[in-house]
């Protein structure tokens, strides 16, 4: 006599009340075990160490200005350019009265770019005798040298740093050095698809002074969450949420533990079809907003506004750019 177990494992798999079939119950793990299973031989590169903020930055900290600005770029060929700047406003003068002191201020900026896919240099020299240059190039294919200086007539004020950033499979790493006998190390893992890991060192020769840092990145397709805290006391943390391909808004926390400084801010960059807006408003009552108007093409007209309601200091800003 044969066994009912025999008989019912010929039986076809129970149908839905659709009429469709169940899938078996293991399959429907198997997919999901498939799905959440990481790679984690294949991650992705993370961005470097100092931008690990900057979708934040984007919106929270905007290139504002008072007065008026214009500025020309004229391309000479695919490589080579010239820019010629031109401003008009005013520069606040440090004073130990809580009253903001300025002074009128104008200057000429006359500029050369040379961009190449493996090279890139960039000068600008102003009327009151600052020089600045900044050189990008590509030794190897995952080694890059950046050179910044910054040049002035007054003494022991003139900057230079060198970087050396080497791009690996699923890390970076940079070396730093400037005047001052500055050092500095950092690097940065991707320890999962979307989070990595980092640390920083620095070492101040003249000052004697040295710090350690940790940052820690989290982002996907809608937001990017960011925190960096060093030995210095200084505990950063930013969130951006992306509300559509046009549309984000940002915050972040600043605390300073040795002065007991805490600073929190919210922002916004919205990318019109003929603009974009970005601005923001902090818990000092700073409110700020940065417009970029496309005209035609190769003009761009900008706006800048920022009210210090705290400080009673008000900036207006006006500025026109010609050329790409």
């Known amino acids: 006599m044969g066994s009912s177990f025999s008989h019912a494992a010929d039986l076809p798999p129970p149908s839905s009340p659709a009429g469709g079939v169940y899938p078996p119950q293991d399959s429907k793990e198997s997919e999901a075990k498939t799905e959440e299973k990481v790679d984690y031989l294949n991650l992705p590169c993370p961005i470097p160490y100092e931008e690990i903020q900057r979708e934040a930055l984007m919106s929270l900290k905007p290139e504002l200005f008072e007065g008026l600005r214009f500025d020309f770029t004229k391309g000479l060929n695919q490589k080579f350019s010239l820019s010629h700047s031109v401003f008009m406003g005013s520069m606040e003068i440090p004073s130990q009265s809580k009253d903001i002191i300025k002074v009128p201020t104008a200057h000429y900026e006359f500029g050369a770019n040379f961009l190449d896919p493996k090279l890139m240099l960039v000068g600008r020299i102003l009327t009151d005798g600052r020089l600045n240059a900044r050189v990008k190039c590509d030794l190897t294919e ?80 809608k937001m990017v969450a960011a925190g960096q805290i060093a030995n210095t006391g200084i505990l950063a943390l930013s969130y951006v949420q992306k509300i559509s391909e046009k549309v984000s808004l940002a915050s972040d926390l600043i605390y300073n533990h040795m002065t007991r400084d805490i600073t929190s801010s919210f922002g916004y960059d919205y990318i019109l079809r003929q603009c974009r807006l970005r601005g923001k408003i902090d818990s000092n009552g700073c409110v700020a907003a940065f417009l970029e108007e496309r005209l035609n093409m190769g003009v761009n007209f900008i706006l800048s506004a920022e009210i210090d309601h705290a400080k009673k200091d008000y900036k207006f800003g006006l500025g026109l750019i010609l050329g790409e």
């Not at 970087?163 to 893992?189: E, P, T, V, W």
Request: charged share 15%; glycine share 12%; aromatic share 16%.
């Open 142 to 221: 995952n080694l890059t040298l950046k050179v910044n200086a910054q040049i002035q007539n007054e003494p022991h004020f003139s900057q230079g740093t060198f970087n050396f950033d080497y791009k690996g499979k699923d890390f970076r790493s940079q070396f730093q050095m400037g005047n001052g006998a500055f050092y500095g190390l950092n690097y940065i893992q991707s320890v999962s698809p979307h989070l990595s890991l980092g640390t920083e060192a620095f070492w101040l020769g003249h000052q004697r002074k040295s710090g350690i840092g940790f940052a820690a990145r989290y982002n996907t397709d």
